[in-house]
Structures are given as C-alpha cells and as structure tokens.
C-alpha cells in the first residue's frame, strides 16, 4: 500500500491529522468565564473541542464540515439552549482537557470516556453512549490475539494505542509491557502502523473500527475475531462517553444535562447517530457521569 492511498484516505476521511479525548465540588478554573451559559447565549455561538477520531468527532472536508457523534448532538442540545452556533477547535486527543481548563474552547465533544482521574479535572455530562473495545489486524497476521492477555502473553507481540486514549490502560493492567505498547498520534496513524507491520493489532473502541473498515473497504485489515473484552473486578468493562466541562461551568453543564436527558434515545436521537454506526445497542440506559466518577454507592467497571 502506498503513501499516496494513506494520505487520500487521511484527507478525505480526518481531513486533517491533528492532536486528539466532573463533578461539582471543585472550585472553578481561574480561566472559566463567571457564568459560561449566559455569555454563550448572548454571543449566540460556543467553542467545541475536538479531536479528529471518526466516529465521535471529524472534520468531514468534502462538506467542509465538523461532525460525528458528538458534535451533532452537541448542535441540537446547544440549539435547544438558545445557542445557534458551534465553532470547532482541533486538539489532540491528550490535549483536549488541558486546554478546556485553559479556556481555548468551552465544550469537549470527542466521545471521550467518564473515567474517575479526569472527574478529578473536568466536569462531565451524563454519558451518551456505551461501547466495548476490539483489536484491528492485517488478515495475514498469524498471530492469536484476541485480547489484551493474548498480547501479555506473547512478548513479540506489540498491540497500537492512540496517545492518551485508555486502551493504554487496559493494556497495562493485563500486563502489557511498555516495550509492547505501540504509542500513535491518531487513528490513521494507528490503522497505518498496522499496515505497515509497526503493530500487529489496533486497540480501541468497536465504533471505531467499525468506521475505519468502511471507509477502507479494500485494504486488507479487519477486526479481530471472538475479542475479548477487558474485565473489572471480573465484569466485562464498558465504556461510556460524554460532553466534558470546565467545573466552574456549573449552569452550563446542568442546562446541557437536562436538554440531554429529553434527547438520548428518543427518535430524533438515534436517527441523527445512526450514520456514525450508533444503534439502541449503544445507549447508555440510567448510568451518570456521577456514578462513573465514583461519586454514587453503587459501583459501575471502570470504562475506557
């Protein structure tokens, strides 16, 4: 496969390869606006950060415009505020919370999971999706990875991550070695490093994959068979993913909270995702970002 494909794919698909993705309490970021809702509302526009990881968060630039899971539902909640327009602002997945707590953008919209150490940062909104993982290969690999223990397991093995994503977790916690962990910059980075034979396998979410395979019908890479998944305390692990927040944004958050709570599953919701691969399989059912960020009794596996 040569350059030429990867960078007409990368253009058509990412557009541009570019850095990539709370709870009340805390006291609010010095660079948080005093009452960041009222002056998105009277601006009539708010900034969104973003990184380019179909299907959560692109730049599709054959329309020349941002979209993916997040920042469509991001446009109709934000619509229902009283706040018509949305500017996008391209980060590194490994940037997107410092920068939100530096105030270039108000809003993540990357998908990116509740997790308890970035509650500690940010402040997340209720989650608007959960998904597994899966393994991504070329189809003449001969290696039997079908999980992160299966790469433990095998020290010649080296399995893909996108820099700051939790498939880096995942990986140690099964006993990955550093040495066997692959760090890319993005997921055509990661998708090429498998080409390439610089990864046997592609670790990150199945709506992931699932996106890269169609958009590279012929390339010869598809998703691992019989994956299996991470487990915590024996439970098979499930990742769910939301709007992130500066934890001084507290109406800003709750408004977007309650417009979300009338949005997700109902029709209108699932026919505006269901392009980016999102089906009722993935709706997050009553779990909170409260309860991800450990704040409730009830303890939910640590997601990605």
Not at 227 to 240: H, K
Request: glycine residues 10%; charged residues 20%.
């Amino acid at each position: 496969m040569t350059r030429f494909f990867l960078a007409t794919w990368t253009a058509v698909w990412l557009a541009a390869v570019a850095p990539r993705a709370g709870a009340a309490g805390a006291a609010p970021d010095a660079a948080a606006p005093a009452d960041g809702l009222q002056r998105a509302i009277q601006a009539g526009k708010i900034r969104i950060g973003y990184a380019n990881e179909a299907p959560f968060a692109f730049m599709d630039s054959r329309a020349g415009r941002l979209t993916g899971e997040a920042p469509e539902i991001a446009r109709v909640v934000l619509g229902r505020l009283g706040i018509p327009e949305v500017e996008g602002v391209l980060t590194e997945f490994g940037a997107l919370i410092p920068g939100l707590q530096a105030g270039r953008f108000d809003i993540i919209a990357a998908g990116m999971y509740v997790l308890p150490d970035r509650c500690r940062q940010i402040a997340f909104s209720n989650p608007t999706y959960g998904v597994g993982d899966g393994f991504l290969q070329r189809t003449d690999n001969a290696r039997q990875l079908h999980g992160y223990a299966d790469v433990a397991a095998d020290p010649s093995a080296r399995v893909g991550v996108v820099v700051g994503a939790v498939q880096n977790d995942y990986a140690a916690r099964a006993g990955v070695p550093p040495s066997q962990v692959v760090v890319f910059p993005d997921v055509v980075s990661a998708v090429e490093g498998v080409v390439a034979g610089r990864a046997d396998v592609y670790a990150a979410t199945a709506l992931t994959l699932n996106y890269v395979l169609t958009k590279v019908p012929d390339w010869q890479i598809d998703k691992v068979a019989k994956f299996v998944q991470p487990t915590e305390n024996g439970v098979p692990v499930r990742g769910y993913g939301a709007f992130g927040f500066r934890q001084g944004d507290v109406a800003l958050r709750e408004a977007f909270d309650r417009e979300l709570a009338h949005f997700i599953g109902t029709p209108e919701h699932l026919r505006l995702v269901q392009p980016f691969g999102f089906t009722e399989r993935e709706l997050p059912g009553a779990v909170t970002a409260a309860r991800l960020c450990g704040q409730e009794a009830a303890a939910v596996p640590e997601p990605s």
